[in-house]
């Protein structure tokens, strides 16, 4: 596979754009090679700029379900430009969106949309903060929640102190109100609920982890969250900007029987254009301004472009779409396991409905990030490449997941089996 114009659009990048990208993890930087430059996509495939073409398992990070330019969706956008791309004022587009995500959060009664996962997550924590009038937060190690300041915090300081920054730029008084615990451990929250929980705003989870790999949680786990939350009166946040629309069954809150008090949303509800949101009962919610004294405003918020693709997107997601995208997971997990198998398991497929992950190494897939081994990225940056030069693309990085969309058929699913074999065929003759 030849790429020369993408490796002379990368050089050219780099005099211009930060490491020639806008967002690191695109730079290829765990991985071999130089990023890819696209220059379209329709459905499950993606073109570069060299005439190459990829069956898409990052389906840009998990907005497209319904895969690249889907027709009824791009129908809708345009439709709806031709009226204008931004008012600055409300239109019925923002109803019919909150409509739509109120009929799967069915906790919601108000809904605010923002731009960003990001900024979803970074107000809601405003208005948990707000609305408690407290501080103090916690988060777990191996939970991404965007670039928030406050949540950009790793443990490694042990359980009785505060959280380190994971990134220069963000002050000690800001990392100071993060309290950090592993995933999977009752008894740590339930100690800095014991030293803090009078000052405790939220607890912020991603119920389904899904960016340091795919780390399942046990219900028992979730539930022991939401009755400390109660008993301290902190409110429950779940981030499910991943996980939001991915299951028929609602939301990951519904699934696992756990109600979170605010939950952030993202990717998948604005359908490929930038849209966040978050949402909560309607007490929690009046706090917010115009209503309410919590702050939050956005010049592009609820964007009639980004509502349309958000309303389309979530119109497709029928029973049979959520029925189709788990016969499609089934069928990669039926025939995925057998391969790694074959090889002794060099990896495990871990999948929940269309969300899946590769865990590095033959033991079970852990639930926390401190037990995914530490050389992840070295048999997976060679996967990785191997399956780029055979036409199909997984994430650049050991820790991001793979999504299946509505588009993916079977012969794209077990294509990419059959070019894993081989690839894992070639790297032991290596
Ligand atoms: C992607 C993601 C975010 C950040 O969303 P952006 O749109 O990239 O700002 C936040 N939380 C979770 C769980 C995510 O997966």
Request: some cysteine.
């Amino acid at each position: 596979m030849q790429r020369t114009k993408s490796n002379s659009l990368h050089s050219e990048a780099l005099h211009h754009l930060v490491g020639g990208v806008n967002s690191p993890v695109r730079a290829f930087k765990s991985v071999h090679g130089n990023p890819i430059y696209f220059d379209k996509a329709s459905g499950a495939i993606v073109t570069d700029v060299d005439g190459n073409e990829y069956v898409d398992f990052v389906q840009s990070w998990g907005p497209l379900v319904h895969g690249h330019s889907h027709p009824k969706i791009i129908d809708l956008v345009y439709q709806k430009m031709q009226n204008g791309t931004s008012f600055g004022a409300p239109h019925i587009g923002e109803i019919e969106l909150a409509k739509r995500v109120k009929q799967r959060f069915t906790f919601m009664d108000k809904v605010r949309f923002v731009s960003s996962g990001t900024e979803a997550v970074m107000s809601a924590v405003r208005l948990a903060r707000g609305y408690t009038g407290r501080d103090l937060l916690i988060k777990f190690e191996g939970c991404y929640h965007g670039h928030v300041d406050s949540l950009m915090v790793n443990s490694g300081s042990g359980l009785a102190t505060f959280g380190i920054a994971s990134s220069p730029g963000i002050p000690k008084d800001t990392v100071a109100t993060t309290l950090v615990a592993p995933l999977d451990d009752e008894e740590a929250v339930e100690f800095l609920f014991k030293e803090h929980g009078e000052d405790i705003a939220a607890v912020v989870i991603e119920p389904l982890p899904a960016n340091n790999g795919l780390l399942v949680q046990r219900h028992e786990y979730l539930a022991k969250l939401r009755s400390l939350c109660d008993e301290h009166g902190s409110l429950l946040i779940f981030d499910e900007v991943i996980s939001g629309f991915r299951f028929k069954d609602g939301s990951y809150g519904d699934m696992s029987g756990v109600t979170p008090d605010i939950t952030a949303l993202g990717k998948v509800i604005g359908g490929g254009l930038p849209v966040g949101a978050y949402g909560a009962r309607s007490e929690i919610m009046e706090s917010l301004s115009p209503l309410g004294p919590v702050y939050q405003a956005g010049t592009l918020s609820g964007n009639p472009l980004a509502m349309a693709a958000g309303i389309m997107t979530l119109d497709l997601l029928d029973e049979q779409a959520y029925d189709r995208l788990e016969e499609l997971g089934q069928l990669l997990q039926v025939n995925v396991e057998p391969i790694l198998e074959k090889h002794g398991n060099p990896m495990r497929l871990v999948r929940r409905g269309s969300l899946f992950w590769f865990s590095p190494g033959s033991d079970n897939p852990p639930p926390r990030a401190d037990q995914i081994p530490s050389n992840a990225g070295v048999l997976y940056s060679d996967v990785h490449k191997g399956l780029l030069e055979k036409g199909y693309m997984l994430a650049p990085s050991a820790y991001e997941i793979g999504f299946i969309a509505t588009v993916h058929d079977e012969e794209h699913i077990l294509g990419m089996v059959h070019a894993l074999d081989e690839v894992l065929t070639e790297l032991e003759v290596k």
